[in-house]
């Protein structure tokens, strides 16, 4: 029997229910149920929280990235730098708007963006870089933006895992010149279903993201382009508004998790088991992911132990079979050990203290 799952959804969003339920009868009664002041409230108060001075709420983070390339003007012809590892949406969204994927590997220390290997990468028709600060630890940013300026790039972050990661006084998302968000249920900053938002602090992006997201129109049956229909719901507005509220709480949470997790690795053997960021990154733990060589057997072991697990991004994207045509054969090493050696522990911040140490124990013992 499994005593402390992987996740737990209900408990996750349980602080915030005697608190919601009069704001969504409220939302109910309203008879607005697209657009209005509780979208605008939320896009408001992120776009503070990031530090920027727009935010685009969409219906959920890969149109986020899509709508982002194509405010940009990316597309058939051009090349988009991308990791290696990371969810496939980050690559959805490059084939979404016709332009073409150009992986490169992941650092060993930090699963994000191998920064030394993006020149390597380019090529006259590269336009843009999407790092992505995988399990809510920030990419190497000021290498990206220094190649980014160097050779005329936009730079596209998917902070879909990272709400709230801080690095040098700036914010995840507030770096290039659009920051994707996803607010998928099981996120640190997550909605009750789909919803995602674009940040950025350029007025004409904002503007054209808006429009790309709305049929291509700002007003009412004016088509200036062929836009999409990509919008979040008031009632996940009015939720992640009042999560919103608590998001240091909840990172600060993760972050005591994470590092009684860490302190038990370090008292193992570290030959079997390690932690899978090992560089002093900021992270906010919308993941904690350990590396060992036998991956069945430690979650075998975990399971017996009454801890659950997960595996994120076992295979690869140029590894699926959506892309294994073009990109199969591309040598990505360090993505695709880490992809045989990733288990994913619980790290939901309703953990109890009992229940985080019996994760602790089992890891130490194994």
């Known amino acids: 029997m499994t005593d ?6 209900g408990r996750l969003n349980e602080p915030y229910l005697a608190n919601f339920a009069p ?9 607005i149920y697209i657009g209005g002041e509780s979208v605008a409230y939320f896009e408001k108060s992120f776009a503070a929280y990031c530090g920027v001075d727009h935010c685009v709420s969409v219906g959920n983070g890969l149109e986020a990235l899509v709508i982002a390339l194509r405010a940009l003007g990316v597309g058939k012809g051009d090349e988009v730098i991308v990791p290696g590892q990371t969810f496939i949406a980050t690559w959805l969204a490059v084939t979404a708007v016709g332009a073409k994927i150009v992986p490169v590997d992941v650092d060993r220390l930090t699963a994000n963006l191998d920064t030394q290997l993006i020149k ?6 590269t336009r843009a870089i999407i790092p992505v600060h995988l399990y809510g630890a920030i990419a190497d940013m000021g290498s990206i933006l220094e190649i980014a300026e160097e050779y005329s790039l936009f730079v596209i972050e998917d902070a879909a895992q990272a709400h709230g990661a801080l690095h040098n006084g700036k914010r995840a998302g507030s770096y290039g010149h659009f920051g994707c968000f996803s607010f998928y249920p099981s996120k640190n900053l997550g909605a009750l279903g789909d919803a995602g938002a674009l940040v950025t602090s350029d007025p004409n992006l904002a503007q054209k993201a808006r429009l790309l ?4 129109s700002i007003e009412k049956y004016v088509h200036l382009e062929a836009g999409t229909n990509s919008r979040m719901d008031p009632i996940q507005a009015a939720f992640l ?3 919103l509220a608590s998001l240091n709480d909840i990172i600060a949470r993760r972050k005591t998790i994470a590092s009684t997790y860490t302190n038990a690795l370090n008292g193992g053997d570290s030959e079997r088991i390690s932690r899978l960021l090992k560089k002093d990154v900021d992270c906010v733990w919308h993941n904690f992911v350990v590396l060992v060589d036998d991956r069945k057997n430690f979650s075998d072991y975990m399971h017996e132990n009454g801890v659950g697990t997960a595996l994120h991004y ?10 294994s045509a073009e990109f199969g054969k591309i040598n990505l090493p360090v993505s695709e050990g880490l992809a045989a050696k990733s288990v994913s522990l619980p790290i939901g911040e309703y953990l109890t203290a009992h229940e985080i140490e019996k994760v602790a124990s089992a890891i130490s013992s194994y």
């Open 241 to 243: 508004s009042l999560k």
């Open 23 to 31: 704001i969504a009868e409220q939302s109910f009664r309203s008879g």
């Open 4 to 9: 402390v799952k992987f996740l737990e959804l």
């Open 213 to 216: 997201a709305n049929y291509g």
């Open 120 to 125: 390597a990468a380019l090529t006259s028709r």
């Open 314 to 323: 076992p295979i690869i994207p140029s590894q699926q079979q959506c892309y």
